[in-house]
């Protein structure tokens, strides 16, 4: 049986692809990221009433923690809404 090695976040410079696992996430594997599972139940209108990625990205705009983005990515960070939620879902598949 072959062994594999643990993935960890030593190196924060590596990026989140070679940090997490890869490919065929969800039950009919339609999604290859992390990223992109927690993305789905996220602008899914039946689970979290987000009707786009704009829509999500006013809700972590308007969120206790909105400053803990703008810290982190700089206050330009709450400007660009894909972006915000390209980081807050990068931040969920590395939790």
């Known amino acids: 049986m072959a062994s594999c090695a643990p993935k960890t976040a030593h190196n924060t410079e590596d990026s989140g692809v070679t ?49 803990r983005f703008a810290q982190l990515f700089g206050p330009g960070i709450l400007d660009q809404p894909h972006r915000l939620l390209s980081e807050a879902m990068l931040a969920i598949a590395r939790y």
């Open 19 to 67: 940090l997490v696992p890869q490919g065929g996430l969800f039950w009919d594997g339609r999604v290859d990221t992390l990223q992109e599972q927690a993305l789905g139940p996220l602008l899914n209108s039946r689970e979290m009433a987000n009707a786009s990625a704009d829509q999500a990205a006013a809700k972590l705009r308007r969120s206790g923690y909105a400053s």
